[in-house]
């Protein structure tokens, strides 16, 4: 698999220009345009938009703290070693995670994997 990069983060939202809010990187330049969302009239589209643009900005920080906790899990084996684990499917991180762990799948989607 190709080394997975992307902007620097974090993001933030920018200037709201027209209809569309922008997504920074790190270094301001744009990443993203959140458009004006058509929805239905229990939902204000101002307030989806800016939803919308507050995770999209959030995303490098989300992804960081998913492979953060990605094996934070653990026990000690009877010989009292730290098994490290996954805190989702609580696979042992030397088999992998389990085929329908939630972490992996949506780590996997962020960087580019198979998901
Ligand atoms: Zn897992």
């Not at 998913?66 to 009292?80: A, K, T």
Request: contains cysteine; hydrophobic residues 40%; aromatic residues 6%.
């Amino acid at each position: 698999m190709p080394k997975f990069t992307c902007s620097p983060g974090p993001f933030r939202a920018g200037a709201h220009r027209s209809c569309e809010v922008e997504i920074l990187d790190a270094n301001g330049c744009e990443v993203a345009r959140v458009v004006y969302p058509m929805v239905n009239r229990e939902l204000s589209g101002c307030d989806v938009q800016e939803a919308n643009a507050a995770l999209l900005a959030s995303a490098p920080g989300l992804l960081m703290a998913l492979q953060d906790v990605e094996w934070g899990g653990s026990y000690r084996d009877e010989g009292g070693v730290e098994v490290h684990t996954c805190p989702w499917c609580g696979r042992e991180k030397d088999m992998g995670h389990d085929w329908s762990c939630g972490l992996a799948m949506v780590i996997a989607r962020a960087t580019g994997g198979v998901a």
